[in-house]
């Protein structure tokens, strides 16, 4: 047993406490990193390295005025943090969400600097965004957020520092706004943000890269185990990009997916989620999933959470993270579920987690699973800097095959270290070396 793991999750649990999601995403991590501490515990403790992880290189908080339609002035609360730039600029999501704070948006920029070394480009790790509701706003207002928001990050991001996106909340009305005042104030066009839309710089396939991604990655782990998607029953959460891009690939490959979910409740449709429908709903008109039932009045609706009562084989949690608990394992895995590959970023608390693998379940974390957003962000930058577009064919090919590459390396550097099929560790271990490496190669900085 490492005890310099110990010391640094206590370290971090005293130093930067009411930040439970920040502590639960350093514990996953360094508890896996274990059996590679071991082996260098000396030259580690020396280093501090674990100490440098866990340390945002920067972290930036400001105020955000803006005016309502109202004409009363509101006040936002602003983050970006730029956790690790070892391996590239830093890279990673912008959300907006009322349950936005600093340890929600460290806890995501740790995992993103994972994350983002397992995609196998360039890209460090960072995310940001702000305690805004976009929810029930007009686009002037959005708007006005946006250009305040940005008035102020501004300063501290660009092509070659600092490369935020979309997260929750944060979609392409978002990011054209945040786009036009950056190259306002920094009277400069140049790709610093991706997700952005295609007459200015956006890259094909990029909107449906998180969703396809995880559908990619899953397929390529059950073929490595003589099974495939096709004609399995799937469960997802969530009603957002990720979830819909997941729903539109599991059908294609032949799933038959049965629920989705939004803030308010969710659906279970025994014959197959109309995705079209869905669509209409969820982007076009930005309504509630009630209008689901209205249309499919097969379909069920139910108010709160519940999807993992029913009966999959797949479930893929693409809502938030902590959607999935220790109870809703038990059911999943009473149900029969083969499989559980995360879409949304740390979907499942580690006590589900565990009971999970427990129980023989095949489970893709996060981190691997959902890489594929940010890969194809990164395959966005690599067009802005040649100045040209790709087809969506050649976006979605290297997108399938850094999937595929990255499932064989999680795959391979579990099994080195004796945790053969523990997905968690390989991800963790393999995301965890190719930065180690760098940071070791740059000094103490
Ligand atoms: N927010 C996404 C994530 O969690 C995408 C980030 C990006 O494209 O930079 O990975």
């Keep these: ?32 990193l274990r059996p590679v501490v071991e082996l260098n515990e000396d ?18 908080k400001f105020r955000v005025p803006w005016i309502d339609d109202n004409g009363q002035v509101r006040v936002n609360t602003g983050y970006r943090v730029q956790f690790n730039s070892a391996i590239g600029p830093y890279k990673g999501g912008l959300r907006l969400h009322p349950s936005v704070n600093l340890g929600i948006i460290k806890f995501l920029g740790f995992e993103q600097i994972f994350k983002n070394s397992l995609t196998g480009l360039p890209i460090g790790g960072g995310k940001g965004g702000s305690d805004f509701d976009p929810k029930g706003k007009s686009d002037r207002e959005v708007m006005a957020f946006c250009q305040s928001f940005m008035s102020e990050l501004f300063k501290y991001i660009g092509a070659d520092t600092d490369v935020p996106a979309g997260d929750i909340g944060t ?18 066009f140049e790709g ?7 007459p200015y710089g956006g890259s094909l396939a990029r909107t449906e ?15 490595c185990h003589g099974q495939s998607i096709e004609g399995k029953t799937v469960v997802v959460s969530g009603a957002g990009n990720v979830a819909i891009h997941a729903i539109e690939k599991a059908q294609q490959l032949g799933a038959k997916v049965v629920t989705c979910s939004d803030s308010n409740g969710w659906i279970y449709d025994p014959d197959g989620i109309k995705l079209d429908l869905l669509k209409d709903i969820k982007i076009t008109k930005r309504q509630r999933l009630t209008e689901y039932t209205n ?14 009562s029913i009966k999959c084989d797949v479930a893929l949690p693409c809502a938030t993270q902590n959607e999935l608990g220790l109870d809703d394992a038990k059911l999943l895995v009473a149900n029969g579920v083969t499989t559980v590959a995360e879409g949304a970023n740390m979907p499942s608390t580690i006590e589900a987690t565990e009971y999970l693998k427990a129980n023989n379940v095949f489970f893709l974390p996060g981190k691997a699973a959902n890489a594929g957003g940010v890969a194809t962000s990164a395959l966005e930058m690599s067009q802005n800097s040649e100045r040209l577009s790709w087809s969506f064919e050649e976006v979605d090919s290297k997108l399938k095959d850094i999937m595929i590459g990255l ?38 900085v």
């Design 1 to 32: 047993m490492s005890s310099y793991v110990n010391e640094v999750i206590e370290r971090v649990i005293k130093e930067n406490p009411n930040e439970p999601e920040f502590h639960q995403a350093v514990r996953e991590v360094l508890e896996s």
């Design 43 to 60: 030259q580690y403790r020396r280093d501090a390295l674990l100490e440098r992880l866990v340390n945002p290189e920067r972290q930036i």
């Design 171 to 188: 979609g392409a009305r978002e990011i054209g706004f945040l786009f036009g005042q950056y190259k306002r104030l920094k009277g400069c």
């Design 192 to 198: 610093v943000l991706t997700g952005k839309g295609l």
């Design 209 to 223: 890269a998180t969703g396809y991604g995880l559908l990619y990655i899953t397929e390529e782990m059950l073929k």
């Design 295 to 308: 249309a499919v009045p097969s379909s069920e609706y139910h108010e709160g959470k519940g999807v993992w």
């Design 407 to 444: 499932y064989h390396n999680i795959d391979r550097a579990a099994e080195k270290y004796g945790f053969k099929g523990d997905y968690v560790v390989g991800a963790n271990i393999a995301g965890f070396e190719k930065v180690v490496s760098a940071m070791n190669a740059q000094g103490i």
